[in-house]
């Protein structure tokens, strides 16, 4: 949470339990230069300050400009551009100058700034974005790139058709893409432009292309985050067959996430893309909401709890 001179705030620190306080506070500090660390917790009277969750949150609560901050602007060049960066403060108070509260250490292009990191420090680690590679051009694929870049996806578009792959058709997309999609897709693996946090969703509408994208996917030893592709549960089974006979694995097969979204996926493609985001969302972790991510027979993501 982050508040400047004027007062104005961007993000925050919970689900608005303590806010006001926590603005208060940091006014405060910007004002006086002092930093201090403050708890919450649940508890206190009706209409207090309070965790009505019932957790805790510890804040430290300080002024930041780049005589406190050591490498603030290279860091903050470094986030745009994606690439990893550290900050690190000391959050208690020690002996030694270098255990001050609130003393920084910022990594950032190749760089080191402040004092040197140590294992007590409040860390944050930046890293690149992770991508979203979308291949076709329909209104499913722009609402996808809409939604994934809400989800906070570099995404890209890739079709082979000029006059359907356009930035003003997909102002969502942080890239478009004319080309071959499985010669794209091929180009980005090979110059190790994907990695395990890669999402590629296959969305072109016509066999032959979908097939060629998916074997390239999934038949390499590059591992990837999530292979999904678009299309009825008919569909997703003659493409299954299709990529067995191209010579697919069975262990290949079960990355793939076929027909994608959640099982009541909507028509519409703005309901399609809220389905696929929402899948994305649930198969980042074991349980979600106390539902358990289960794979059905054709990779279709099923919600049982």
């Known amino acids: 949470m982050a508040i400047d001179v004027r007062g104005d705030v961007a993000g925050g620190v919970s689900g608005g339990c303590v806010e006001a306080d926590a603005h208060a506070r940091a006014i405060r500090a910007v004002t006086t230069g002092i930093a201090e660390r403050v708890e919450y917790g649940p508890g206190g009277e009706l209409g207090g300050i309070s965790l009505t969750c019932g957790g805790r949150i510890e804040l430290l609560v300080e002024r930041v400009d780049e005589s406190t901050f050591p490498g603030l602007a290279e860091l903050c060049e470094a986030v745009a551009a994606g690439k990893p960066a550290t900050a690190a403060v000391t959050v208690t108070d020690g002996a030694s100058p270098a255990q001050r509260l609130g003393q920084r250490c910022t ?182 909401g106390g539902a358990e991510r289960v794979l059905g027979p054709t990779g279709a993501m099923l919600l049982q709890g």
Request: charged fraction near 20%; glycine fraction near 12%.
């Open 107 to 288: 990594i950032a292009g190749g760089r080191l700034f402040g004092i040197p990191l140590h294992d007590d420090m409040l860390r944050v680690e930046f890293g690149s974005v992770p991508r979203m590679l979308i291949l076709g051009s329909t209104p499913h694929v722009a609402a996808m790139a809409a939604m994934g870049s809400f989800l906070g996806f570099a995404v890209t578009v890739c079709d082979q058709r000029p006059v359907f792959t356009t930035r003003a058709r997909f102002p969502g997309a942080n890239e478009v893409v004319v080309a071959r999609p499985a010669e794209f897709l091929d180009s980005e693996i090979r110059h190790g432009r994907v990695d395990d946090r890669t999402v590629v969703l296959v969305m072109t509408h016509a066999d032959g292309v979908d097939v060629e994208v998916l074997q390239r996917a999934l038949a390499g030893d590059q591992v990837l985050g999530f292979v999904g592709a678009l299309g009825s549960a008919a569909t997703a089974q003659r493409r299954r067959e299709e990529l067995r006979r191209r010579g697919v694995g069975e262990p290949a097969l079960r990355m793939l996430v076929s027909p994608v979204g959640l099982g009541a996926a909507g028509r519409l493609p703005q309901e399609v893309a809220v389905s696929v985001a929402a899948q994305l969302v649930a198969g980042g972790h074991a349980q979600t």
